[in-house]
């Protein structure tokens, strides 16, 4: 939040914070009358206009709505959510399909923006700060020596690692610009994880479903994937991580540990430091992406695993494609003891990453406009998120399940078991609305009959009519 | 050569041409004196300026000198020059060295400005243009939809992959947009054709010496390198390359066909027919790093073997890190018949590419300004080569032999074989100069009295000073 402001924001969420409990206890039900403006101002010694924003902050949330000369109205209540997705109980059957066939189709249709793409893997450029980053870059070719055209050096520019290590404090984390290698964003940073510690036939420890990017990468690798059970709220189920580390054969663990894609699961701090201890126990290593942690919709920045890790066996990884630019192509490790390796296959396969977009991203993040945009895109994810899930509620058929993200901009969507959601993509694509289908998250038989629908886009009017039009087609 | 002046220039580079021709067959001998400008001008019919700017070019050479009140003189001959270095005849043995180690130890210099980097893998910034490429970046940031903060297509910006396949019109590359997938870098690029075409175990072929990059590469992928004997003008000994092709167990060759990194070798255009003629007998890849062949000193730019390729069996390699700009980290393959295998490790490796500094480059490429800026930094690198020869012939010891380069920025020495160049090169150091000691071009144990230095600088006193420190430490 901007200092310079604080404190006014501070009342106005207090008070939309206090309705807004009263909605989730149904002391306050969908439907029922607000009281008006002036009331509610003289209820809570408060202006009007400071009462005002309070409403238009729930506005904004999807929680009530303003209904012409006559008030605001609860429209939304937790109570009427669809329920959570199971817990993922994974099948152990190779999925005779061609996943990267469907990813590639997906990805075919990203850049066409007449689409409405809840597929799009990152914010819609609308929520990125593009004219505040292209001062960032002029100011970039002034301060690097030849206007970046030199190589930057090999663990990256020193400015950027030195403000991601400033940032970790927000975690505990208890980095130095030393411990860091840039990287030309996350998916690169966990490639050279998975090839500094695996060879061909490893096996490998992730979620599921899981991100199919790495998925695809682990792929590649020739590594063999083991997708464990995870649940929705709270992550990778820690019985079966711990019964197959006891068991042997396992190279790595990789998780998503805030806010996973597709699920949106956070793992609780306690299931963190259990992650850690068993990796320790066991000596395996844990590539920790971490590249929603930033998008947190609760009161403070959730720890990775990384904050407990005391042995050096986890690789932190992140980057600010999900935050603030793809684009540029900034990411990050944290490698722990393995930085040795890592800077050797990042010189090896790449010599450096691009100079000036790395100087660009720590000017912008060296004097509190990172967290100001943060707060902002966190603002607008949080009220789409509610969006979204009442949108689900209203147009999709009964019994839809669907996830509560705490932070991040994937919604996982379970429809009927015998639903088809390659289908529903295809024929969703002839209406312009790109989805991603479930079997994009796994190498198994399974998912079929789910979904992701990113909500990291601008609400507006035709969004939510493609969510109806998603539903109608799903009703079918 | 731009098209306003060339007029011009074409008669004044006829008439050095033409004098540096009587000096090459030694009808003008070190010593002699040029014939006055006035006199030169009647002469041949031309303007006191157009002479002036022949004798000018010379003398930028090193070929000439101006002495003061009493005219030009020859300063230099090839009759002088020390022998070219022998054909390579590589070890068998594995050096028992950490080639890594030596390499990382000449990397940790390379930012030090104050060092006269000999030791240099790229042209030194004052001869790359910076504000013309600071005027592209801005520009980029306003051709690209969201300023280029979007992630770009996978297979790299359409803009550049069609300047790319323009250019290529200069070789007879008979290449469209679509055949070409953008890298970071050229070391990317062969990155993902090796990641593509081997597996560990496998044994690639290379030239002896080679560049450590492609080495390190290699090493770090599990790959068996094959060390081919190679000569010093016109690269890979066929006959060497046939024998092996023939008895089997090659996964790929990978060559530097136009003056190869470190010996500065051109293969003929015969030689390269053939190449690809055996490598479409014995159905093996060729990756071909073409990465300097814009930086030619000869008439016309050499063709890569891609020229020759019917059965895309050859993936053409490049980048603009040794012409343009190494911190922007552009590169490319034209990978033939293997485009998806790289494309989806593209994919999966690094979703895409800096998506500004494509742009930017595309830009730089678009309206002849490329071509301006080669032309002029191909007359530098000409004569600083001239001006290295000449320096090592005068400084260095006797019987130094010496590679005479006919395009980049590499020259290749070889002192008495009981030197030890990794010792000069930690002399060197304290005087800061920085060299590239032999053995890092190889992982036998051999070259330990030759060692690589880049004329990629600006040519000053200080510079000529460094080398004859050099030289006289080589005495020693």
Redesign the interface.
Known sequence: MPKSTALNEHRYLQLADSIEGHIEKNLLKVGDKLPSVRLFSEEHGVSMGTSLQAYYHLEAKGLIESRPKSGYYVRYSSHKYPEVPRMSDPETKESPEDV?AIVSSV?NH??D?DFIRFSLG?PA?EL?P??K??KA??QA?RD???????????QGNESLRRQIAKNALSWQGNLHADDIITT??C??AL?YCLMALT??GDTIIVESPVYF?IL??AH?LGLQVLELPTHPVTGIALDALRNHLQKGGIKLVLLVSNFSNPLGSCMPEENKKEVVRLIEQYNIPLVEDDLYGDLYFGKSRPKPCKAFDQSGLVLWCSSVSKTL?????VGWVAPGRFKEQIL??K???????????QQAVANFLANGRYENHLWKLRQALQANSLQFIRSVSEYFPEGTRVSRPQGGFMLWVELDPGMDTYELYKQALKQQISIAPGRMFTLRAQYQHCMRLSYGLLWTDRVEGALKTLGTLAKK
Chains 1, 2 share one sequence.
């Open positions: 990267g990805f990203l850049n923006s990152v450029p990125l593009q004219a980053l292209n870059m002029v070719m690097l020596p030849a206007s970046g055209t030199s190589y930057d050096p090999i030309a964003g998916i690169n490639a060879e061909k990017g695809q990468l590649s630019v793809p684009g540029y192509r050797r296959l010189m090896n396969q790449s010599i450096s990453t691009n100079a000036l977009s």
